[in-house]
Every structure is written in C-alpha cells, then in structure tokens.
T-cell receptor, first 112, second 112 residues
C-alpha cells in the first residue's frame, strides 16, 4: 500500500460523456502527478500539480483538465470521452525530500 | 519531446536464467529511475541512478547508468517467479523539470 488512494477503481461510461477521477496523495505530499497507461503507449505523463499550482504539463488533451485543492487532493476531469480514452489512469505523489513517486492503485476507465 | 527507448518489449525466460532490459535516451539525463509493475498492480519504485557510470545492486538486481548518462540497464540474475512483471525506466530530463518520462517497459514472464 503506497498511501495514495484513487477513486473509483473502475468506471464504465459512454462516448461523449464526462467523468471525474479523484486522487488523495500520501499525507504531507505536495506534488501530485497524473498518468495515462494504455496497452500500446505505456505510461504517459499528463500533468503535475504542486501545492495547488500546475507545475508541469505533458501530453494532456484539451478535453482533459485537472486541479489540486487546498486539502491537496486532486481531480482529473475527462470530457467528450472517446473510445481511445479507455485506459488505466494513475495518480502519483511525491514528498519534498523524496526521489521517487508513489503510485496509487489506478482507475480503470472503459469508454463504450 | 523527450523520449526514452526501452528494449526488449517482452522477455520470456526459464526460472534461473538471467534477464536484462535496456533504456536509451538521445539526450543527457539528469537521473534515471526504475519501477516495477506487477500484473494488475501499480508501478513501484526500485531505484534512482544519478551519477555517470553508477552501478547499484539490490540482491539479484543490478542497475547501471551509462558514462554519458544517456543509457541505463537493469540486470536480474537467476530469475525467480516473483520477478514477473513489467519493468520501466523513467528519465528525468533535467533543466529543473520534475516530470518523469517513462519507457514503454519490458514485460518479463518467468516459466517455472
């Protein structure tokens, strides 16, 4: 158990819909990272937040957005969903003195 | 953008055989990290390499960082069934960026 929690575990929705994925980082970790893992693309970095502010952006689509709240939990919003958005979405957190990222269990999104 | 190539994509070994996965970047890296993802699980940090030519060992695992800090390898001696999973290298490009660029991973299966 990494100490990072993600909800929901599974999500099945239809094309065109919008979903919100939630992540709670380890206690005290200010950095939160979001990744998308699909079979053919590996782990793709989407976005990083640090203490409520966006810190780095990766290959995040315009249909996707994220935010980090004052209590440091983060949400990833995916809208106008397409079949190709079906993937595992991981959240990771990192403390100020940590080298590594601690990954949550992931949310498996299926778009039908 | 930054890309990290990892080979092979798949590796099947008999228990007791050795295993190696390689990671290459076209640019000099600040550091490189290795993660392991068990089937159905999330990535778990194994190690970070920072110095040119660095070699680190964890029991049967040996990690190397190239002299030019552009490549890295993970070698497992005498594989066991518990080594099954996907091994990812993750590079931190440098220049103050905290994001990690993951290789596509090497999926290791071990036949008992």
């Amino acid at each position: 158990d990494s100490g990072v929690t993600q909800t929901p575990k599974h999500l099945i929705t239809a094309t065109g819909q919008r979903v919100t994925l939630r992540c709670s980082p380890r206690s005290g970790d200010l950095s939160v990272y979001w990744y998308q893992q699909s079979l053919d693309q590996g782990l793709q970095f989407l976005i990083q937040y640090y203490n409520g502010e966006e810190r780095a952006k990766g290959n995040i689509l315009e249909r996707f957005s994220a935010q980090q709240f004052p209590d440091l939990h983060s949400e990833l919003n995916l809208s106008s969903l397409e079949l190709g958005d079906s993937a595992l979405y991981f959240c990771a957190s990192r403390g100020p003195s940590d080298r590594q990222q601690y990954f949550g269990p992931g949310t498996r999104l299926t778009v039908t | 953008g930054q890309q990290v190539m990892q080979i092979p994509q798949y590796q099947h070994v008999q228990e007791g055989e050795d295993f190696t996965t390689y990671c290459n970047s076209s640019t000099t890296l600040s550091n490189i990290q290795w993660y392991k993802q068990r089937p159905g699980g999330h990535p778990v940090f194994l190690i970070q390499l920072v110095k040119s030519g660095e070699v680190k060992k964890q029991k049967r695992l040996t990690f190397q960082f190239g002299e030019a800090k552009k490549n890295s390898s993970l070698h497992i001696t005498a594989t066991q069934t518990t080594d099954v999973g996907t091994y990812f290298c993750a590079a931190q490009p440098g220049g103050g960026s905290e994001k990690l660029v993951f290789g596509k991973g090497t999926k290791l299966t071990v036949n008992p």
